[in-house]
């Protein structure tokens, strides 16, 4: 049992940066490998990063290295910082958790939240 509460999006011109967060409760947070997703619309989900409770990081090449994800486990919390934003970055975001806590692969993320929109303008 894990509960998921994104927050952090918003309307940001090209260019610009947001820092999108994620408070998990449920479960011991440390057990779990964290990542983010997005879909865009008329796409599927697209996984964008994830994170182990060691600190390792997986990342989706599409981002170009723009986007960074790290973890505050005292704080049950995981972020998503994004820089230079593109149009093409818009989308909901959604924040899930991988109870394996590998978080290489995207089936096994079993937990979502209810999504964050991030629109970029040009």
């Known amino acids: 049992q894990v509960q998921l509460v994104e927050s952090g999006g918003g309307l940001v011109q090209a260019g610009g940066s947001l820092r999108l967060s994620c408070a998990a409760s449920g479960r011991a947070f440390v057990s779990l490998a964290m990542g983010w997703f997005r879909q865009a619309p008329g796409k599927d989900r697209e996984f964008v990063a994830g994170i182990r409770w060691t600190g390792r990081t997986y990342d989706n090449d599409s981002v170009e290295g723009r986007f960074t994800i790290s973890r505050d486990n005292a704080k049950n919390t995981v972020y998503l910082q994004m820089n230079s934003l593109k149009p093409e970055d818009t989308a909901v975001y959604y924040c899930?958790?991988?109870?394996?806590?590998?978080?290489?692969?995207?089936?096994?993320?079993?937990?979502w939240g209810q999504g964050t929109q991030v629109t970029v303008s040009s």
């Open positions: 899930a958790a991988d109870p394996t806590g590998w978080g290489d692969r995207t089936d096994r993320y079993a937990y």
